[in-house]
């Protein structure tokens, strides 16, 4: 199933309507995804996580058209732009938005040239076989140049909807981001379901983004994804960083039949910063597995990475950081750390945090736990005539409320508050108490 598989991908790529200046790029990505093998758990960095299922499912059909339902954040002042089964929805999308970004298909011959120059430059050599899949299948996409010293006023709010479908589809989105010396801008990556749609929303999103960050400049991202639990989503995340550039990163993983994330933050000049946090809440079977690689290549870099996943039911998830210290990378400060909590015996986590350093002087940690929720902070509520299960749901909802706290928009947080509480909270009053509307 794994070559029937490779081989309806291909199909589904030669099918598009090819854009002529990226003939050469749609050619590559085929060559290079016709030559491969689906990794199997002989595969190291697959060891935790098949691909059986999405092998099995075939995805062979194109996204069918669709208006999606595309949620709105409460009270964040953002520009808003929706793509809805991989096609940009113009009437849901916001004209300061369609100003602020570049459609692929849009681009004038100047802009090409740019796009073509930072495509897949970033995600050189990586040997990720999914990206290889959309440079094959890319026909479309969005450009963000922020120009030297400007910063955006408001965030950029990119939501993918998908919809349902007579048979099960694929959709490859691409995006690209481009910081020129002194910028700053904050863009959300929010990745949905249409709830508003009946039935199995069986599909396959292949999601690859290229961020270059460059001197003095500084991108808030979020990745935020809350799809349907029906749906496999398999994203790449490449971040390039110039001299003294800063990327502050929070990545949002709810869960699905299958949810992978590669996520690569390069530290090619002194002086650039790298703050990534992330939470991951899988339930019933739903996989979730987070890889990232932060590799620091010049000196007097930092990463302050951190991470932290609860699991439920007989859900699974897998988190392998890895921080690369090279030998000219002295100087370096660099910590990374990943905490779990297992809410049933039957719910799985596989974690593997890696330190890789090739100079002396440098100050780095890393370190892993996993735990079910503590007895004597359980016992503690329960004496103050807190029930044992809401207790428990509270503990829970408090292992991340740090992070969420942490985020540098504020709406974001309360917007995601009440949705998390509905994976822990039994009832509307103990939602409410979570969420601080109590």
């Given amino acids: 199933m794994a070559a029937e598989f490779i081989a309806q991908q291909l199909e589904l790529a030669k099918g598009i309507s090819p854009l002529a200046w990226l003939t050469s790029t749609n050619e590559r990505g085929q060559q290079a995804f016709a030559q491969a093998e689906l990794p199997t758990k002989k595969h190291e960095d697959w060891k935790y996580t098949s ?8 995805f062979a059909a194109t996204a069918p058209e669709a208006q999606a339902h595309a949620p709105v954040i409460p009270g964040l002042s953002a520009h808003r732009i929706v793509i809805a089964n991989g096609e940009l929805d113009t009437n849901a999308s916001d004209a300061a938005a369609l100003e602020l970004v570049v459609r692929f298909r849009d681009a004038r011959p ?13 995600k050189a050599d990586r040997g990720h076989l ?4 959309n440079d094959a299948s890319i026909n479309d996409g969005l450009f963000l140049l922020v120009e030297k010293n400007q910063r955006l006023e408001h965030p950029l709010h990119i939501v993918y909807a998908n919809t349902t479908g007579d048979e099960a589809f694929t959709v490859n989105t691409r995006l690209l981001i481009a910081l020129e010396r002194g910028a700053e801008a904050t863009v959300i990556e929010h990745y949905a379901g249409d709830d508003t749609v009946d039935g199995i929303q069986n599909n396959f999103t292949n999601a690859v983004t290229e ?3 460059g001197d003095n400049a500084k991108l808030v991202h979020y990745r935020l994804q809350l799809m349907s639990e029906s749906a496999f989503h ?3 995340t490449f971040v390039d960083l110039q001299r003294d550039a800063r990327y502050e990163g929070f ?5 699905s039949t299958l949810t992978r994330n590669d996520i690569i933050v390069n530290h090619n000049v002194g002086g650039s910063h790298c703050e990534m946090n992330g939470v991951y809440i899988p339930q019933n079977k739903q996989v979730v597995d987070f890889h990232t690689c932060v590799e620091h290549k010049a000196a007097h870099c930092t990463t302050d990475e951190i991470f932290r996943g609860i699991m439920n039911h007989k859900a699974k998830a897998t988190f392998n950081g890895r921080i690369h210290i090279h030998p000219d990378a002295q100087k370096t400060l660099a910590e990374l750390s990943n905490k779990n909590l297992l809410l049933t015996n039957t719910a799985e986590i596989n974690t593997k945090p890696e330190l890789e350093i090739y100079a002396d002087d440098v100050q ?5 736990t996993v735990a079910q929720l503590e007895e004597k902070a359980r016992f503690y509520l329960q004496s103050r005539g807190i029930s044992k299960e809401d207790a428990e749901i509270m503990l829970s909802f408090g292992f991340i409320n ?3 706290n942490g985020l540098n928009d504020e709406e974001i947080g309360l917007w995601l508050r009440p949705q998390l509480a509905q994976r822990f909270g039994r009832s509307d009053d103990l939602s409410a108490q979570l969420t601080g509307e109590l």
Avoid: K, M, P
């Fill in 51 to 58: 691909l059986y299922n999405l092998s099995q499912a075939g």
């Fill in 110 to 122: 100047e802009q090409q040239e740019v796009i073509r120059d930072l495509l897949g430059e970033i």
């Fill in 130 to 133: 999914f990206a290889d899949l």
């Fill in 211 to 213: 961020i270059r960050i």
């Fill in 234 to 236: 398999i994203g790449g």
């Fill in 251 to 255: 990545h949002l993983g709810l869960g």
């Fill in 364 to 368: 780095c940690a890393h370190g892993a």
């Fill in 402 to 404: 740090e992070l969420l």
